[in-house]
């Protein structure tokens, strides 16, 4: 079965600076896509980013970036010029031949003045 | 117009009583999904549909009962509820396999048992 993990449960950032948040995950898969949501206190799941297996190139969408480490089955994501709004729990996610997600437990993200 | 939409919001009910969360999609997405959401915020899927036929059940207990009347809704309905059974249950829907088409949630469903 797949699993992700995202070990930071917290993470803090200054307004302006950059974070990093971290997953890995663990599949025996050739063919899978990777995302990062995001759920503001609204509750609402927004997806943030998507990366395909196969595409060596790390997706990138605005102020989010992905670095992507298909060996090492790693894939975290860069938030720059961090903003008030960005505070969310961050999920990473996982899906395969089914269609389904796969979620990590999860990394609560503070911005800071 | 809200993309995928469900009803009710929130619901407060006591231990042993059955009720449904309702769910519609105005995409013309052909799955849908519900999820649960513990208290601990973790996420996991517990039922889909493709077409009104059930391909996924994630060893849920069948107190839980999905139904889908046509492809654009999926409702589910709880049975005999228990304190376990507080979480934030959101619904969602993609066109096709979730890898090619994005999966749009529903703002999600808090439902306590007291």
């Known amino acids: 079965a797949q699993t992700v993990t995202q070990s930071q449960p917290e993470m803090s950032v200054q307004e302006a600076e950059t974070v990093t948040l971290s997953c890995t995950y663990d599949?025996?898969?050739?063919?899978?896509?990777l995302f990062w949501y995001k759920q503001p206190p609204s509750r609402q799941m927004i997806l943030v980013i998507r990366?395909?297996?196969?595409?060596?190139q790390n997706a990138t969408e605005n102020r989010f970036s992905v670095n992507f480490q298909k060996a090492a089955k790693s894939f975290s994501l860069k938030i720059s010029d961090s903003q008030l709004g960005d505070a969310a729990m961050y999920f990473c996610?996982?899906?395969?031949?089914?269609?389904?997600?796969?979620f990590g437990t999860g990394t609560r993200l503070q911005v800071t003045l | 117009d809200t993309a995928v939409s469900q009803t009710p919001k929130y619901l407060v009910t006591q231990m042993g009583n059955d009720k449904s969360i309702k769910c519609e999609q105005n995409?013309?997405?052909?799955?849908m999904y519900w999820y649960k959401q513990d208290s601990k915020k973790f996420l996991k899927i517990m039922f889909s549909?493709?077409?009104?036929?059930?391909?996924i059940n994630e060893t849920v207990p069948n107190r839980f009962s999905p139904k889908s009347p046509d492809k654009a809704h999926l409702n589910l309905h709880i049975n005999s509820l228990e304190l376990g059974d507080s979480a934030v249950y959101f619904c969602?829907?993609?066109?096709?396999?979730?890898?090619?088409?994005?999966?749009?949630f529903g703002e999600g469903s808090r439902l306590t048992v007291l």
């Open positions: 995409l013309g997405h052909d799955t």
């Open positions: 599949t025996s898969e050739s063919d899978y896509y």
């Open positions: 549909y493709n077409n009104k036929e059930l391909i």
């Open positions: 990366q395909e297996a196969y595409k060596q």
């Open positions: 996610a996982y899906t395969g031949t089914a269609s389904k997600l796969t």
């Open positions: 969602a829907s993609s066109q096709g396999w979730v890898g090619i088409g994005e999966l749009f």
